[in-house]
């Protein structure tokens, strides 16, 4: 998750912008809840057009899922980026990126989780790249990875599915996961318990926002209704989603469930340096083989 807003996780408001955000909330709690929603939605997602700029989408094909939205009564329009792995059989795994950055921003860690073994779809969700434009919410983002998670039903049957997720996108994958019953496995990196506990991390956390949020993430709450094994993998120097926060989510889940802790990595490279992990996990927790 790629942010500098007040509930964003890359970059920490500075005081004065965080005291001056917690009174906008307050103004924005008496002026209507249309609006205080609007705004955090802002704060949280920060969608934006904005390509990374060491992005290398090569060998990668634009996909286009179309769907009516039954929240919005829309037609939506969802562009994903597809890597498929050389093997036709291999295991599919539906990527869900973090805030800020469109989905180029992961166009790396999306090679080194095809080079675990995967085939990679890696959506936009509404509002971010080339996906229909609108602001995206807690609730439209998990809409937008359950179409994306029922194309990959319809174009790869025979397929094992996973999830995965970073950053904001971990607290997506964890409610996709808990909401249907056919994936083989869920696996979160750099991600949080709740959205009211990262707050409370920050150094301001005392500040009276918790309330006020309608954008929760209550990912603690739903982990638990996960039926497929877990792997929550987190950076030991990671400074913007504190490792706490993903062992309180670790600890609230069912078995069988796996905790990772990479040694000294941060919120960006954890993916990069704890690959040799990662290769264990994928085989002692989902029976997956070590990628050629």
């Not at 078995?255 to 040799?276: C, F, M, Q, Y």
Request: aromatic share 8%.
């Amino acid at each position: 998750m790629n942010s500098r807003a007040t509930f964003n996780l890359i970059h920490p408001m500075r005081p004065a912008r965080l005291v001056l955000a917690a009174a906008c909330c307050t103004l924005l709690a008496t002026s209507g809840c249309a609006l205080l929603d609007a705004k955090q939605r802002e704060w949280i997602f920060q969608p934006s057009q904005r390509s990374w700029q060491n992005a290398d989408m090569t060998g990668m094909e634009d996909i286009w899922i179309d769907f009516d939205s039954r929240l919005s009564g829309e037609a939506v329009r969802l562009h994903a980026l597809w890597l498929p792995a050389k093997s036709a059989n291999a295991p599919v795994l539906l990527y869900l990126h973090g805030a800020r950055w469109n989905v180029s921003g992961s166009s790396q860690r999306i090679r080194r989780m095809q080079s675990l073994g995967f085939s990679v779809l890696a959506i936009d969700y509404r509002g971010f790249g080339q996906s229909s434009a609108g602001l995206p919410s807690e609730k439209l983002a998990i809409e937008d990875a359950r179409a994306a998670w029922d194309w990959l039903a319809r174009q790869h049957p025979r397929n094992d599915r996973y999830l995965f997720g970073h950053s904001l996108g971990g607290a997506i994958a964890i409610a996709l996961a808990s909401e249907v019953d056919d994936e083989r496995g869920t696996l979160v990196e750099g991600t949080f318990s709740r959205m009211t506990d990262v707050i409370g991390s920050m150094r301001w956390g005392w500040l009276p926002v918790g309330p006020l949020l309608t954008q929760t993430f209550d990912s603690q709450q739903r982990v638990a209704r996960i039926g497929s094994p877990l792997l929550v993998v987190h950076g030991s120097g990671d400074r913007l989603i504190p490792p706490a926060l993903g062992e309180q989510l670790y600890a609230a889940a069912q078995s069988p469930k796996r905790w990772v802790l990479v040694e000294g990595g941060s919120h960006h490279n954890t993916n990069a340096i704890g690959l040799p992990q990662y290769r264990v996990a994928l085989k002692e927790l989902f029976d997956l083989p070590a990628a050629p």
